[in-house]
């Protein structure tokens, strides 16, 4: 979850651009129209420690009562099923390699810890629910949101938001090692959908929205999920827990912009507002 200062780096991974085409609706009211067969389910790989004061920022005035206490929340990967275009990850979660130690194999300092019991990583889930990925979306970069991606193919198409590897390259080239290509969803073409902002229709038949959320990392990317049941924000990261969207207060630690953040915590706020039909999943809760 710990982004790295900013550097420059060489890129060694091709990079491609993720083809997606605008979609024709311009406002969420048209989309959620045309909902499709489309499932979600998380899985738990894992928890993590957070200090309460931080995953809501103390300095903003809403979050100033906010107490210092340890949280232990879940790490998570939402499964994706298609009825005709098959099974997606939206992030990955943990491997294996954190059952028997905290850092992953990671070593340095600010390695973060995170604990995993025996079947929990992504590659267990994958493996019990004969899931057969097509395609793997990852919100961002950091650890816990990336690391299962050593224990999972490596002949699909990963897709993160443009400018999100060359940020984080240093920080993760074992997760990312022996994949030879990443595909990039570059936000500056997306269309603008009040009041979200830049989204990208990533199917094509308004079934799975990419989100941009900066704030968390520079390229953070939320995600929408348009079912038959009703539509679904993944805010991943854009907040942590379900206190940040209840006190109008996004988190401060492990964020690149507090402040890039905090907009775009607000934007989400007014989505959820405008559109109360939507259900909602933080980064380190599962939707309700």
């Known amino acids: 979850m710990r982004p790295k200062?900013?550097?420059?780096?060489?890129?060694?991974?091709?990079?491609?651009?993720?083809?997606?085409?605008?979609?024709?609706?311009n406002n969420w009211e048209l989309i959620f129209q045309n909902p499709?067969?489309?499932?979600?389910?998380?899985?738990?790989?894992?928890?993590?420690?957070?200090?309460?004061q931080g995953t809501i920022n103390p300095d903003h005035p809403l979050g100033k009562d906010v107490q210092e206490e340890e949280l232990e929340v879940p790490i998570l990967s939402h499964w994706i099923h298609h009825e005709s275009k098959g099974d997606f990850l939206l992030d990955t979660g943990l491997d294996a390699s954190y059952i028997r130690d905290k850092l992953g194999g990671l070593e340095g300092s600010g390695i973060d810890e995170f604990q995993l019991k025996e079947n929990e990583n992504i590659a267990y889930h994958i493996q019990k629910k004969n899931i057969h990925l097509n395609m793997i979306f990852l919100s961002h970069l950091h650890s816990d949101h990336a690391a299962g991606v050593r224990e999972l193919p490596k002949d699909i198409p990963y897709v993160i938001a443009k400018g999100e590897y060359a940020q984080y390259q240093p920080e993760i080239p074992d997760f990312l090692e022996g994949l030879e290509e990443l595909y990039e969803i570059d936000f500056s073409h997306a269309q603008h959908i009040h009041p979200l902002g830049p989204s990208a229709?990533?199917?094509?038949?308004?079934?799975?929205?990419?989100?941009?959320?900066?704030?968390?990392?520079?390229?953070?990317?939320?995600?929408l999920i348009n079912t038959l049941d009703g539509p679904i924000l993944q805010t991943m990261d854009a907040a942590f827990i379900y206190e940040n969207l209840k006190l109008g207060v996004a988190p401060s630690d492990y964020t690149w912009d507090v402040d890039k953040a905090q907009k775009t915590l607000e934007r989400i706020i007014d989505f959820l507002n405008k559109y109360p039909q939507v259900r909602v999943g933080t980064g380190h809760e599962a939707f309700k």
């Not at 060489?10 to 997606?20: E, G, V």
């Not at 499709?36 to 309460?52: P, Y």
């Open 36 to 52: 499709c067969n489309i499932t979600i389910e998380s899985f738990q790989t894992g928890t993590v420690k957070l200090n309460r």
């Open 5 to 25: 200062e900013n550097s420059p780096v060489n890129i060694i991974m091709r990079l491609k651009k993720y083809p997606y085409k605008k979609n024709i609706a």
């Open 201 to 223: 229709d990533l199917l094509g038949d308004s079934s799975l929205w990419a989100i941009h959320t900066p704030g968390h990392t520079p390229n953070h990317i939320s995600f």
